[in-house]
C-alpha cells in the first residue's frame, strides 16, 4: 500500500493525478473479519469493507491515513474512528445543540 501526506494527497486529488494515490488491495481475512465487526454506524456491505482496509492498515502501518469518499455514511463512520476524510462534507452538529 503506498501512502502519502495529506498536502500531497490533496495536490494529486485537485490535479486529476489521482489515480497515483489509490492502490489496489487484496481482501485478506483479517479485512473480510473486520468489516464484519460492529461498526458505530451502520454500513453497507462495500462500505464495510472499505473502513475494514482503511482501519486494519492503520493499525498495520502504525500511521494516519485519509479516506477519500463522498458516501455520508463511510465517512461519518470513518471520522468516529479519528480517521481524516476528505470528499463528504463533515457532518452537521446534532439539532438542538446549543452552540
Given at each position: ?6 498536502a500531497d ?82 457532518a ?8
Amino acid at each position: 500500500m503506498k501512502t502519502v501526506g495529506i498536502a500531497d494527497l490533496k495536490a494529486r486529488l485537485s490535479s486529476h493525478d489521482w489515480l497515483e494515490a489509490v492502490d489496489l488491495v487484496l481482501l485478506q481475512r483479517s479485512i473480510l473479519a473486520r468489516a464484519s465487526d460492529a461498526f458505530p454506524t451502520p454500513l453497507g456491505t462495500l462500505a464495510a469493507l472499505h473502513l475494514a482496509t482503511v482501519l486494519v492498515f492503520r493499525d498495520r502501518m502504525k500511521q494516519a491515513l485519509v479516506l477519500a469518499t463522498h458516501d455520508g455514511g463511510l465517512a461519518l463512520a470513518a471520522r468516529a474512528f479519528g480517521i481524516e476524510v476528505l470528499g463528504a462534507a463533515p457532518a452537521p452538529p446534532p439539532t438542538g445543540s446549543h452552540q
